[in-house]
C-alpha cells in the first residue's frame, strides 16, 4: 500500500537508501534547509489548496531543528 501521508516522511521522500534531509544534514546543511522550508511553508500556505497541511510541514521542518539543537546540548 503507498504512503499518502504528505507531511512526515511522504513516500515521494524516501526513494533509494537515505532520505534527502539526512543527506542535506551530513553535509552540514541543516539549519539553513530546515528554517528555510519552515518559512517557505508557512508563507505558501494560503495561497495553496491545503493550507493546514503546509502548516504542518512547517512545524514537522521547525520541529526537526529544535530537536536537533536540544541533541547537541546534551552532548
Sequence with gaps: MK???GVNHPQHYNY???E???IIGDAG???GFCLGNTLKYILRSK???NELE???KAQWYLNYWI???E???SI
Design 3 to 5: 504512503n499518502k501521508e
Design 16 to 18: 533509494g537508501q537515505y
Design 20 to 22: 534527502a534531509i539526512d
Design 29 to 31: 546543511l541543516n539549519e
Design 47 to 49: 495561497h495553496k489548496n
Design 54 to 56: 503546509d502548516l504542518k
Design 67 to 69: 530537536n536537533k539543537l
Design 71 to 73: 541533541e547537541r546540548k
